[in-house]
């Protein structure tokens, strides 16, 4: 891979449910470091989307070539790619009957091979960074929402990826939980992590994207700047979204 390849490639990507097609001629480059923030209405393919790049959904044509290894060709590596891609659910998907500590441990104990001593330093590591180090011996119900979250982002980190995707990660949340999610995000874009989030949080994309993709009925219809995206947007589509949402 050349240095200035996308670190992300996504060529003439479509999928279909039965005859629906969820995804039209994707085309989408996304570099090492950048922040892309995708917006849309409900419906548009958007989880569709950051779920074809790591894999959790297949593709019925294109081409997604992830840190130059063809996702979808013959002998891809599952399991290292997604070592390569962290994801951040709406719900978290904790494992609910493991300790916060064992949720952050178990993955690079199993799939990385990291000696149990390695990988609980590097969890400790990682709950201090999302401030949720004194909860390392508790259970995902004992926390909030925003805690889970936090701990949900920490186990995605634990694998040491150079990707993270989050979908709509704050919007299971109540209100006054947002935030604190939202902070750790921030700190993770600001130490150079390459990343994908699909948000309604506009704050949050004018702030922290390098670019905004909006998508409608499967396809990409704008990339721009957040700057250029919330002042002057281009797409009739877009210009009818950001009128019901601002
Ligand atoms: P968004 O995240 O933008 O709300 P999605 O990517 O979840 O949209 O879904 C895009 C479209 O694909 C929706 O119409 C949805 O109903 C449909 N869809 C998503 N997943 C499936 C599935 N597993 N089976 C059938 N239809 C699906
Ligand atoms: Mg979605």
């Given at each position: 891979m050349n240095a200035a390849d996308p670190i992300i490639r996504l060529q003439q990507i479509n999928k279909f449910f039965g005859t629906f097609?969820?995804?039209?001629?994707v085309s989408l480059d996304i570099r090492s470091g950048e922040k892309v923030v995708v917006l849309g209405?409900?419906?548009?393919?958007k989880s569709t989307l950051l779920r074809t790049i790591n894999r959790l959904e297949s593709i019925d044509s294109g081409t997604i070539i992830v840190d130059g290894h063809n996702l979808y060709g013959e002998g891809a590596d599952i399991n290292r790619i997604r070592m390569e891609v962290g994801m951040v659910f709406q719900n978290f998907n904790l494992f609910r009957h493991k300790s916060v500590l064992d949720n952050l441990t178990l993955a690079p104990i199993k799939l990385?091979?990291?000696g149990r001593a390695q990988a609980e330093e590097l969890a400790m590591s990682l709950l201090d960074k999302v401030g949720m180090r004194d909860r390392a011996h508790h259970f995902p119900v004992q926390l909030s929402g925003g805690q889970q979250q936090r701990v949900a982002i920490a186990r995605a980190l634990a694998m040491e990826p150079k990707i993270m995707l989050f979908d709509?990660?704050?919007?299971?949340?109540d209100p006054e939980m947002i935030n604190e999610v939202l902070e750790v995000m921030v700190a993770l874009a600001r130490e150079g992590m390459t990343m994908v989030v699909v948000t309604h949080e506009m704050g949050f994309a004018r702030e922290v994207a390098d670019t905004v993709v909006f998508m409608d009925a499967g396809a990409i219809v704008e990339v721009a700047p957040p700057q250029a995206f919330f002042t002057t947007p281009q797409n009739p589509r877009s210009q009818l979204f950001l009128k019901q949402i601002l």
């Open positions: 097609r969820a995804l039209a001629d209405p409900s419906g548009s393919g990385k091979m990291m709509e990660p704050t919007s299971a949340l």
